[in-house]
């Protein structure tokens, strides 16, 4: 039958992404109520109907409810308890609806038959009886079984490994101070106005000829004169027609999108700098949303409040990029790939940009977001015009690995952290496993080489969290220093 851990262990992987590990024990314990009918001397009684069981944990739920107890934790708590009879029912026969229904048996058997040839085979057959509550005179209870003991420390071990990676991304928020909030509260900045004479804007251009011309009217209907096209020697007029509407053109070094930023601030004169795309996929309308929070941030994103203008494939390597982002640099962005951001001058000229391409965006927000602090603000966007250059698979996949390698600089208490759970945690189950063989049945039960390798595991995790520990040490000291740097 499945043993108490095995209970325990279903309901609090269940629970633990939504609860934590805390309360999500407390729901794993709740899983277990059902076997309390074993102090009555009846095992598989009408506690294990879900019929019963919804019959008394609804109004229960409805009143701890009206004390304050979420709706969330209820009903992972329910599902917990009626997980139990579930559970039970592939075992053996379970009164799952009673009194409506006889005890059910779900038999399943699934697996590949090789006979010369790999062929699977899946078996299902449902069996029902006569409900029996006749007292029992003795029963074993099970705490551990050794069939489930190995998926039940699995269970156990991944929903505390999650529950570490977000406790991680918790102590990485605290280390970098990233987002202050999605729509921070004017009360709260300094309300000295910023002038579109203090803001230079800067275009990296590669043939868009289409929507330059469109994008630089625009802006000058907005008032912003101080306007910098990056081109990156374009073969299609690009420049022509930015120098007749007014623009200062320059011809980028370097590679890329990249390239175009470092050329603009060796360039950039005014305290700020508006970077956006030269495609008139975004409105030089919402800048002056970016400029009302420009004085308590170092930068400000624009994200894209309305990303159906972009294919749906792009929307989810966005949505992707986003998540390993957040994930590895602790943060809590939206659209850190946005093409329109503002920037404080002299909080980004000191940074050692190594980006190539359309990766820029991410590796200038890992460093203010470590160094600064960074909000966003949402804003239009519109359909390019012209021929597209990002691509999607290709160019995302670059974003991706830039993010993971800027998480290495940038934040290698998680990374580090991440290494050694990988080798830890699967280390400690070789271990513990081997362990309990020797322990309960005999040497001849265990190996010798396994449970080496285990510890071997073991000990590599342990010296990745002492790594992670001494780069928390080092990753405040140098905050300490950068602020005390910049009061002076």
């Known amino acids: ?32 109520l059902p076997d309390l009918d074993v102090f009555f001397r009846v095992h598989r009684s009408v506690t294990h109907s879900a019929v019963v069981l919804l019959l008394f944990a609804l109004p229960i739920a409805y009143l701890a409810h009206r004390g304050g107890v979420g709706w969330r934790a ?14 039970d029912m592939f075992q053996s026969y379970t009164p799952i609806l009673y009194p409506f229904f006889g005890s059910v048996f779900v038999d399943v058997k699934a697996g590949f038959l090789f006979g010369g ?28 079984v050794l069939d489930t003991l190995p998926l039940s420390l699995v269970l156990i071990m991944i929903s505390l490994l999650y529950s570490l990676t977000k406790m991680r991304s918790a102590v990485g928020a605290e280390v970098n101070p990233v987002v202050e909030s999605r729509s921070p509260n004017p009360l709260e900045h300094d309300h000295t106005p910023i002038s579109p004479n203090d803001v230079t804007v800067v275009i990296p251009t590669l043939n868009e000829r ?42 980028q070094y370097g590679a890329g999108k990249a390239g175009a930023i470092k050329t603009a601030l060796e360039l950039v004169k005014t305290p700020y700098m508006l970077v956006m795309d030269g495609d008139y996929t975004y409105d030089p309308r919402d800048i002056k949303r970016l400029l009302a929070h420009a004085p308590s941030y170092d930068e400000v994103i624009g994200a894209r409040s309305n990303p159906q203008s972009m294919g749906w494939f792009h929307r989810l390597g966005n949505k992707i990029i986003n998540q390993v982002f957040n994930l ?54 519109r359909r390019r015009i012209g021929r597209r250059k990002l691509q999607t698979f290709r160019d995302g996949v670059q974003i991706v690995t830039s993010v993971i390698s800027l998480a290495r600089a940038y934040n290698p208490l998680f990374l580090f952290s991440t290494l050694a759970s990988i080798f830890a945690i699967p280390g400690a189950i070789l271990t513990i496993w081997e ?12 190996s010798m080489g396994v449970a080496w390798l285990g510890l071997i595991l073991l000990i590599i995790g342990l010296q990745g969290f002492t790594a992670a520990t001494i780069s928390l040490m080092l990753k405040r000291m140098e905050r300490r220093i950068i602020q005390t740097l910049k009061g002076k």
Request: with cysteine; glycine share 8%; aromatic share 10%.
């Open 1 to 32: 039958m499945p043993d108490l851990l095995t209970h325990f262990a279903v309901a609090f992987a269940l629970a633990s992404p939504f609860l934590g590990t805390r309360r999500a024990f407390v729901i794993g314990v709740i899983a277990l």
């Open 74 to 87: 209820l009903a992972l708590a329910v599902a917990s308890l009626l997980s139990h009879p579930i559970l």
């Open 117 to 144: 040839s790999l062929k699977p085979y899946f078996n299902l057959s449902v069996q029902t009886a006569a409900v029996d509550f006749t007292p029992f005179t003795s029963i074993k209870v099970p705490l551990l």
């Open 210 to 251: 289409e929507a330059i011309g469109l994008v630089l009217e625009e802006l000058k209907r907005e008032g912003y004169v101080n306007i910098l096209v990056v081109d990156g020697y374009s073969t299609d007029g690009t420049p022509d027609i930015a120098r007749e509407k007014g623009a200062l053109v320059v011809n």
């Open 328 to 381: 590895l640099l602790g943060a809590g962005l939206s659209d850190v790939c946005s093409g329109m951001y503002l920037i404080r001058t002299e909080a980004l000229k000191g940074a050692d940009l190594r980006s190539r391409g359309f990766d820029v965006e991410v590796e200038i927000a890992a460093h203010l977001c470590s160094y600064g602090k960074v909000t966003e603000v949402p804003i239009n966007y």
């Open 435 to 446: 362990l309990y063989l020797r322990y309960a049945y005999g040497a001849e039960a265990w």
